[in-house]
């Protein structure tokens, strides 16, 4: 490995992805506004920078995984005077198309590059390396930022020009809100039917509503609990994204409408801490939030 990587991001996904790349040999410098957050990574053998500034100025490479677009502008409004020329900037955050390609432009005057490369499966997916990263970026930055996205990404897959892979992750976020609540509504009908979570999975695992989401939450869901992967706020933002740009693009966001006030009952009930898996209990699609 060459380039120090420079990394932004420790939460439940960006913190086994940072430490996959430390153990794939990139040498990782890391800040977090919470020092406690580094440790794992510095004790494994990570630098903990000064702060994001700092990161701009030595490294060749920054990669960032924050909470949304008003945390990447931050950052990158930190990060711009001090930009090196040539480096590269992998901006991992679900956000909108917007922002990457006001990114990559006000870069390009300090002479470095951005790709947009937000992931998609889980911190499970974080953890064993499998994620998806749907990029957006010139050929050339792409190819610099390919060893760094294996070592946690099972596929890379070029969506086309800055903001590409951020509009494709919004796509996938519009479906999965739809099929988060329709498991919601689902489980529901099946918890007021009287069955118990592990029956239903195993009834309907190997039939036509069964995929990725149903084996992670629909047991969770009709007896509500377990680990925390994905939050209600966390959905709440990226519906809030995926309707955004729905209604750009000239589509009628009525049905994201819909969702986000399913989403927001369950924040009021529960939290908006508390995993998706609540959006059954008593705040999901088809539940009168009582």
């Known amino acids: 490995m060459t380039a120090a990587v420079g990394w932004v991001g420790l939460g439940r996904i960006g913190l086994p992805m940072a430490e996959r790349a430390l153990a794939a040999g ?23 920078a000064a702060s994001p500034e700092d990161l701009a100025r030595t490294c060749g490479i920054v990669a960032t995984i924050v909470g949304g677009p008003d945390d990447v502008r931050e950052l990158h409004g930190r990060m ?36 947009d490369a937000p992931v998609t499966g889980g911190v499970a997916g974080a953890s064993a390396g499998t994620l998806t990263a749907f990029v957006g970026g010139e050929g050339a930055a792409l190819d610099r930022a390919r060893p760094l996205l294996a070592s ?35 489980a529901s009908m099946a918890k007021a039917g009287g069955f118990e979570g592990p029956a239903v999975k195993d009834a309907l695992g190997a039939g036509t509503a069964s995929g990725f989401l149903f084996d992670s939450y629909i047991a969770r869901m009709v ?11 966390m959905l709440r933002k990226d519906a ?51």
């Open 26 to 48: 990139h040498e990782l410098h890391v800040w977090s506004r919470r020092e406690d957050a580094t440790a794992p990574l510095v004790a494994a053998g990570a630098r903990r």
């Open 80 to 115: 711009l005077p001090h930009a090196r020329r040539g480096a590269l900037y992998i901006e991992m955050t679900t956000a909108s198309p917007r922002v990457a390609a006001d990114a990559a432009a006000l870069f390009a005057r300090s002479g470095a590059l951005v790709v």
């Open 152 to 186: 946690f990404c099972r596929r890379i897959v070029p969506c086309g020009g800055p903001g590409a892979g951020y509009r494709m992750k919004l796509v996938n976020q519009a479906i999965v809100t739809g099929t988060l609540l329709g498991l919601a509504t689902g």
């Open 223 to 233: 007896d509500p609990g377990g680990a925390v992967s994905f939050t209600l706020a």
């Open 240 to 290: 809030t994204l995926a309707r955004d740009e729905a209604a750009s693009l000239g589509l009628d966001p009525a049905f994201l409408d819909d969702a986000l006030a399913a989403i927001e009952r369950a924040c009021a009930l529960h939290g908006a801490d508390a995993g998706v898996q609540f959006l059954a209990a008593g705040g999901g699609a088809g539940t009168t939030g009582a």
